[in-house]
């Protein structure tokens, strides 16, 4: 029977935690309707699960009808965001990660010091659109190639996707180097991606299959899968249980399994029940 591993750092972070908690207490005390400003967290699964208790995704603050309650997501939103929400008569609730708060603060913080401020991250997702929507003309950039050609100044301040890859960072870090007088890097990634990174790196490497869980639309889950993957060729990445197959834990003797930040505690052990139950099917 395959042994099956979890590692050390995996799982819903702080972040995430915080804001579910947010939303389900305001879904219990609210008098009218609950929304989120978009998807709460990257995790289908438990957006469905916080619909099912009422909460209602809107794309926009204006989708809310006045009196209304609206979450803002964990991924945070710039200012004007915001604004036009109280505008809209909607009874804020801010569920955005504190971590999160951290890079709006650097970034202005930067600009203020005169850089030129430049966010190194995916361009589209929605925490990148927050922290450029706290400092004007804030640049984004995503891959060593895009820092090449990127129209950088002389003096670049930078701060980082909090989910990004270390790995990103470093590439763009080393390009930048080399296209601008000053550089001053705040770097922050943060712990908790640091930490699951590392201990998925570090457990791929000595399993015979790997298996990640998450919102395949989560930014950070994906980098998981990626870095597993380089480490452990039978990587596979699934949202649920039921996505497992028996095929791939028959010749395993070890399993190891890792999940994204975005990812509560009672997803990782359902799937570790269900790989259990395959493994002993896979017995002569």
């Known amino acids: 029977?395959?042994?099956?591993?979890?590692?050390?750092?995996?799982?819903?972070?702080?972040?995430?935690?915080?804001?579910?908690?947010?939303?389900?207490?305001?879904?219990?005390?609210?008098?009218?309707?609950?929304?989120?400003?978009?998807?709460?967290?990257?995790?289908?699964?438990?957006?469905?699960?916080?619909?099912?208790?009422?909460?209602?995704?809107?794309?926009?603050?204006?989708?809310?009808?006045?009196?209304?309650?609206?979450?803002?997501?964990?991924?945070?939103?710039?200012?004007?965001?915001?604004?036009?929400?109280?505008?809209?008569?909607?009874?804020v609730v801010d569920a955005t990660c504190p971590y999160v708060k951290k890079v709006h603060a650097h970034a202005e913080r930067l600009a203020r010091a005169g850089y030129?401020?430049?966010?190194?991250?995916?361009?589209?997702?929605?925490?990148?659109?927050?922290?450029?929507?706290?400092?004007?003309?804030?640049?984004?950039?995503?891959s060593a190639d895009e820092a090449r050609s990127a129209a950088v100044g002389r003096r670049v301040g930078l701060v980082v996707q909090t989910t990004l890859a270390r790995s990103v960072l470093h590439e763009v870090v080393d390009v930048l180097l080399d296209r601008c007088e000053e550089l001053c890097v705040v770097d922050t990634i943060c712990k908790a991606t640091r930490d699951r990174q590392l201990?998925?790196?570090e457990l791929a490497g000595h399993v015979d299959v790997m298996v990640v869980v998450g919102g395949r639309n989560s930014a950070n889950t994906t980098h998981l899968f990626q870095i597993c993957e380089d480490e452990c060729p039978?990587?596979?990445?699934?949202?649920?249980?039921?996505?497992?197959?028996?095929?791939?834990?028959?010749?395993?003797?070890?399993?190891?399994?890792t999940a994204g930040a975005s990812t509560p505690a009672?997803?990782?052990?359902?799937?570790?029940?269900?790989?259990?139950?395959?493994?002993?099917?896979?017995?002569?």
């Open 1 to 91: 029977m395959a042994r099956i591993l979890v590692a050390e750092h995996a799982g819903a972070c702080y972040g995430v935690e915080r804001a579910l908690d947010i939303t389900r207490r305001t879904l219990d005390n609210a008098d009218g309707t609950v929304c989120t400003l978009g998807p709460l967290i990257h995790n289908p699964l438990v957006v469905e699960e916080l619909e099912a208790r009422g909460a209602r995704v809107v794309d926009a603050p204006e989708g809310v009808e006045p009196g209304a309650t609206l979450v803002m997501r964990t991924h945070g939103v710039p200012p004007s965001v915001e604004s036009r929400a109280r505008e809209a008569g909607a009874l």
């Open 116 to 142: 030129q401020v430049v966010v190194v991250g995916e361009t589209g997702h929605p925490e990148v659109e927050g922290t450029v929507g706290h400092v004007l003309d804030a640049l984004v950039i995503g």
């Open 199 to 201: 201990a998925a790196r």
């Open 234 to 257: 039978r990587t596979f990445y699934v949202e649920s249980a039921s996505e497992l197959r028996r095929e791939w834990f028959c010749k395993a003797s070890v399993v190891g399994v």
């Open 266 to 284: 009672a997803h990782i052990e359902s799937v570790v029940g269900e790989i259990d139950s395959l493994c002993d099917a896979c017995e002569p």
